[in-house]
């Protein structure tokens, strides 16, 4: 019973190990493509929210921030869009 119980433990360590892995790498992937197109994506990893890792302190936009920044981008878009077209 003890060795099934190990061996259900370990099996699990690994399952956990994968799922973070492939997370983490569909984060890079999302991260890098949003860079391209001037997004935002998530600043926590799955391995962060299982495991209740806490946010850093001031690392949160403020609202008149976040509102800036769109602000911003729709100006250039919309200007982007005026040369075009």
């Known amino acids: 019973m003890i060795d099934h119980c190990i061996n259900f433990l370990n099996k699990s360590d690994e399952d956990t ?16 493509t949003s860079k391209l197109a001037g997004g935002v994506t998530m600043r926590k990893r799955f391995y962060d929210l299982i ?15 976040i509102k800036n920044r769109i602000k911003e981008k729709l100006e250039r878009l919309g200007k982007e869009g005026a040369q075009n077209g």
């Open 17 to 32: 190990a994968l799922k973070v892995y492939i997370t983490d790498a569909l984060k890079a992937v999302v991260e890098n």
């Open 51 to 65: 495991n209740d890792v806490p946010e850093e302190e001031g690392s949160e936009e403020k609202a008149e921030e």
